[in-house]
């Protein structure tokens, strides 16, 4: 069985230079993730998840802080670390055996070892009988579990998915987000999920971070304390639901506040001590 | 509708046999008596006893080995150049500017100094032949293998993938089809530069000096001849092209437009 990675992010910070200007893209980013679990990350868009994303799977380098897998410092890519990006990125000209076997062209693994990892990650996302047919044979949902498959059949110890069903319609989303949690739970490995789903990051997450933009840091860290499966109509899901958007509008409010130079005695997001237009904005 | 009552595999033919009836016609109802237009059945006639006599082949054979010789060390070089330009960037900036403005010379431009480089002979035609494929095969390798989607190149980083790998599993095949469509372009242009050097470095034996002769000779029969044999030989390197084409780039689908 494949170990799941115990991930330590310490105070990670990141900028990048732009016509000679420095713009901070991560700011002393603070998180933890144990072995196994499942963390959601949300945030409106240029908060820097992706970068986050980006810099834990290896594509990234130039950080500042710390970035730990098993305690070891992550220096570029490895394939103990699996990534599932928004689009499939499958290669066109192989079909969907041939895509999968891809992910264990340098895997440790005797030959027989790689045949029967791609068979038994064909079977885990459900693609038995179509293992030669090709891309552009298949819709949006089927290609990326296609490229999930790719990700897991060398068995990292991490998952990592940039916003993996983002361009799906929501019937196929939501029927992937059911499936994404019972691959996590056959293989049990650590998995970090970027959205900008807040439904999605609470379903699936057993906390969901919530970050703030520019500079992209973390603004609170939600556990959801549910059992699974989860009931999105149910009221303590509603409520976590409820409690994620909250920081998103005192994100908003405390953007619109600074826009106005809006002035006031208590701090801001200390309850409403807002002008009534600002108060209808929210 | 006479359009779609006509079989499908047949309708490419309906403009061709309209023109040859057209032609008959214009013999046998004396529409012109211009000695410039001869009768169908006269061409047919130089056709079989030039075939029967071998002069043709002959023509022919050395028309092409021309044609394939050029093509084989013009299509080689662009590759070579293509992938070169195409990989690193420090060779575009060094050789990219001159190779954008050398594309630009006319073909024809090239011929005074080939002959004088080369003479009238094969070797002169042959060089010609090599640099009508060469541009067209440098071009579309190098945009092929510039074309490589970087999110690949990303999956790529990923999976691992040592610098061998990344050109044979994603780079070559990505960059196929416009590889592909190069040289399909250098098969064609090769050919219409075959006679073209046939036409401009007069001596020797080809296709192109059948019909010079027979121009000089008033034999509007044999240069019709020619014009039969050139286009049908440019018709099947180009459906013999497209054949491989479509055979390797089999997993594109139907659609081109998937990539």
């Not at chain 2, 024809?108 to 080369?118: D, E, K, N, Q, R």
């Given at each position: 069985?494949?170990?799941?990675?115990?991930?330590?992010?310490?105070?990670?910070?990141?900028?990048?230079?732009?016509?000679?200007?420095?713009?901070?893209?991560?700011?002393?980013?603070?998180?933890?993730?144990?072995?196994?679990?499942?963390?959601?990350?949300?945030?409106?868009?240029?908060?820097?998840?992706?970068?986050?994303?980006?810099?834990?799977?290896?594509?990234?380098?130039?950080?500042?802080?710390?970035?730990?897998?098993?305690?070891?410092?992550?220096?570029?890519?490895?394939?103990?670390?699996?990534?599932?990006?928004?689009?499939?990125?499958?290669?066109?000209?192989?079909?969907?055996?041939?895509?999968?076997?891809?992910?264990?062209?340098?895997?440790?693994?005797?030959?027989?070892?790689?045949?029967?990892?791609?068979?038994?990650?064909?079977?885990?996302?459900?693609?038995?009988?179509?293992e030669t047919a090709y891309p552009h044979q298949l819709s949006g949902g089927m290609s990326q579990r296609v490229a999930i498959a790719r990700a897991l059949v060398s068995r990292p110890e991490v998952l990592l998915l940039d916003e993996p069903f983002g361009a799906l319609d929501a019937l196929t989303r939501a029927h992937l987000q059911q499936e994404l949690h019972r691959i996590w739970q056959a293989e049990g490995i650590t998995m970090i999920l970027v959205t900008h789903d807040v439904e999605e990051a609470v379903y699936l997450g057993d906390q969901v971070v919530v970050m703030a933009p520019r500079p992209g840091r973390v603004r609170r860290i939600v556990p959801v304390g549910l059992a699974h499966p989860r009931d999105r109509a149910g009221l303590a899901f509603a409520r976590i639901k409820e409690d994620v958007l909250a920081e998103f509008a005192g994100e908003a409010a405390a953007a619109t506040v600074a826009r106005h130079a809006f002035r006031h005695d208590d701090a801001p997001g200390s309850g409403w001590p807002l002008p009534s237009g600002l108060r209808f904005a929210l | 509708m006479i359009a779609t009552s006509i079989p499908r595999p047949l309708r490419g033919w309906v403009v061709p046999l309209l023109l040859l009836a057209l032609w008959w016609a214009a013999v046998r109802f004396g529409w012109s008596t211009s000695p410039l237009l001869v009768a169908p059945g006269r061409v047919w006639q130089t056709g079989v006893e030039q075939v029967a006599s071998g002069k043709v082949?002959?023509?022919?054979?050395?028309?092409?080995?021309?044609?394939?010789?050029?093509?084989?060390?013009?299509?080689?070089?662009?590759?070579?150049?293509?992938?070169?330009?195409?990989?690193?960037?420090?060779?575009?900036?060094?050789?990219?500017?001159?190779?954008?403005?050398?594309?630009?010379?006319?073909?024809?431009?090239?011929?005074?100094?080939?002959?004088?480089?080369?003479?009238?002979?094969?070797?002169?035609?042959?060089?010609?032949?090599?640099?009508?494929?060469?541009?067209?095969?440098?071009?579309?390798?190098f945009e092929g293998i510039r074309g490589v989607p970087a999110e690949l190149l990303e999956v790529a980083r990923v999976l691992r993938f040592s610098r061998a790998q990344r050109w044979r599993r994603l780079v070559l095949p990505a960059a196929a089809p416009s590889i592909f469509a190069g040289i399909h372009l250098g098969l064609i242009y090769a050919w219409l530069a075959t006679l073209g050097a046939e036409y401009l470095l007069v001596s020797g034996q080809g296709i192109g000096n059948l019909m010079i002769d027979g121009r000089e000779h008033f034999r509007m029969d044999m240069v019709l001849l020619g014009v039969f044999i050139v286009g049908f030989v440019g018709f099947a390197l180009n459906a013999i092209a497209g054949r491989i084409e479509a055979r390797a780039l089999a997993w594109r689908g139907r659609s081109v437009a998937q990539f």
């Open positions: 069985m494949p170990h799941a990675g115990t991930l330590q992010i310490g105070q990670l910070s990141k900028q990048y230079v732009v016509n000679d200007e420095t713009l901070p893209v991560l700011d002393h980013i603070t998180l933890t993730v144990n072995p196994g679990e499942f963390v959601s990350i949300v945030g409106s868009s240029g908060c820097g998840k992706s970068t986050l994303l980006r810099l834990i799977v290896g594509l990234e380098a130039d950080y500042q802080g710390e970035l730990l897998l098993d305690g070891q410092r992550i220096v570029g890519t490895s394939l103990d670390r699996g990534i599932v990006f928004q689009e499939h990125r499958l290669f066109p000209w192989l079909n969907v055996e041939q895509n999968i076997a891809l992910g264990l062209l340098n895997a440790r693994f005797s030959e027989a070892e790689k045949a029967q990892s791609v068979r038994e990650h064909i079977a885990l996302v459900g693609l038995g009988g179509f | 082949f002959a023509a022919l054979g050395a028309s092409l080995w021309r044609d394939l010789v050029g093509f084989a060390i013009g299509a080689t070089a662009g590759l070579l150049v293509g992938a070169l330009l195409g990989t690193s960037r420090f060779a575009e900036k060094l050789i990219g500017p001159t190779f954008h403005t050398v594309k630009q010379i006319s073909l024809f431009a090239w011929i005074p100094l080939l002959s004088v480089w080369f003479g009238l002979g094969d070797a002169a035609k042959v060089a010609f032949l090599s640099l009508a494929a060469f541009f067209p095969v440098v071009l579309n390798t």
